[in-house]
């Protein structure tokens, strides 16, 4: 049997027990006061108790539909437990109302009914601060409801003040009754904390396992990622490798045929081995091209040296031709040189925050606003997007901070859930001369 099948069945268990409990005590209750009065020794039933009891024939009515109404209520509760934890709550408000009064028509002479409520609340309430208030006022008032503490100041009959009506033997088998159902009420109560225990040391000791195999599994996935990654990019190498090695090869080998075969023509026709030479000069520009194409690749950045305003444009115009936005780039300032890491790094930031206000923003429109001051480059990109209330910096956003950082500079983010998203950056730079 599952475990938490099984707490359920123990409480329900000493649920039964407390009912048969506050039955024994009402019904002894009403059928002592009624022998009483049959016996006509009311009077000195009264003087000895020293105060006016409740009426008994109500005792036993109210208790047991008070028990019958806690059942119901802790029927109730499997069924709403996971649908809404503010009714269970509420529920359980009302069961300490309902456990006081049962105290109550007892004339406070048992109390074990709020180890059941105790247990009530440790198995359907969710909320750990609430769960940990509502058992404190549970074991307050399991302190403070108690016969011995309240009738100091109180005049109260105890269920031992019926019990003595009775001949000793009679006492002593009532006594027996209530003692054994109390000492087996608090027993079922120790034993479902202990289950409870058991099962929360359980649920950690698997939430330690599984939280060891994701570490491992991580690991595991690290490791293979950087596997993975190395293995890329020896495939890559591997191919350009080959790729130039065969450019290369089939080039100078066509130039080492080709001037062997000039100089040996020198001699006999000088204008044939002229025309050679001219054949051999395509080849090697063909062969350079080439080269050099296959060199671009290992490049990471998709611009060069110098060309910043040119790259940025063509990016312009190829989001311009394969999307529905429009940007718009303006340029204030005489254009001049930067470092390459400067170039690449403002071209990946208008890029990312082209791309961010296409994919996120869903913009229609964007403007980039590039300004060359003295010393200093100022860009703002500005889009008519769907905007944020708050902004949550994701990759792309860490990404430009740290890329700006680099430079020394500044970035600011701006939006407002009226649309729009703003990125303002300001980096310092030392220009070199105007481009050509």
Not at 294 to 323: C, G, H, M, T, W
Not at 328 to 348: F, P, S
């Amino acid at each position: 049997m599952d475990n938490k099948v099984r707490v359920k069945y123990l409480h329900w268990f000493i649920y039964v027990i407390n009912l048969l409990i506050i039955a024994f005590l009402s019904i002894n209750i009403y059928r002592t006061s009624y022998r009483i009065c049959y016996d006509f020794k009311a009077r000195s039933f009264l003087e000895s108790a020293q105060y006016l009891p409740l009426v008994p024939s109500t005792i036993p009515i109210y208790t047991v539909f008070l028990m019958l109404v806690l059942g119901i209520s802790t029927v109730t509760k499997n069924y709403i437990n996971q649908k809404n934890r503010y009714i269970v709550i509420a529920s359980v408000v009302v069961d300490i109302v309902i456990c006081i009064y049962i105290s109550y028509y007892l004339n406070y002479s048992y109390k074990g009914i709020f180890l059941f409520l105790a247990a009530t609340i440790l198995l359907y309430v969710q909320l750990i601060d609430i769960r940990i208030f509502l058992l404190i006022i549970t074991l307050i008032s399991y302190i403070l409801l108690d016969y011995d503490l309240l009738s100091v100041n109180a005049n109260i009959v105890s269920f031992q003040n019926y019990i003595n009506y009775y001949p000793e033997q009679v006492r002593v088998y009532l006594y027996s009754i209530k003692n054994i159902l109390t000492s087996l009420n608090e027993i079922l109560f120790f034993f479902l904390v202990f289950l409870l225990l058991q099962a929360k040391i359980k649920e950690n000791k698997i939430y330690l396992e599984l939280n060891n195999q994701l570490k491992v599994a991580n690991e595991k996935l690290e490791n293979y990622a950087k596997e993975s990654e190395q293995i890329a990019k020896m495939k890559e190498r591997n191919r350009l490798a080959r790729e130039i090695h065969d450019i290369l090869g089939h080039s100078l080998t066509g130039i080492a045929t080709g001037l062997e075969a000039s100089i040996e023509l020198l001699e006999v026709n000088f204008e044939v081995a002229k025309n050679q030479l001219f054949k051999i000069q395509e080849i090697a520009k063909k062969g350079l091209v080439d080269v050099r194409r296959s060199v671009k690749e290992l490049k990471i950045d998709a611009i060069e040296k110098y060309e910043l305003i040119p790259a940025i444009e063509k990016l312009i115009e190829e989001r311009n031709q394969f999307s529905n936005t429009n940007v718009t780039l303006v340029i204030e300032g005489e254009v001049m040189r930067m470092n390459a890491d400067e170039e690449q790094t403002i071209y990946r930031v208008v890029q990312e925050s082209v791309t961010n206000a296409i994919r996120h923003g869903k913009a229609h429109h964007i403007w980039v606003k590039i300004s060359f001051g003295y010393y200093q480059l100022d860009i703002v990109i500005t889009d008519d997007g769907v905007g944020c209330g708050e902004i949550s910096k994701g990759f792309g956003l860490t990404h430009i901070e740290e890329r700006i950082k680099m430079l020394n500079g500044t970035v600011e983010f701006n939006s407002t859930t009226d649309g729009g998203f703003t990125t303002k950056l300001l980096i310092p730079i030392r220009w070199g001369n105007a481009y050509d």
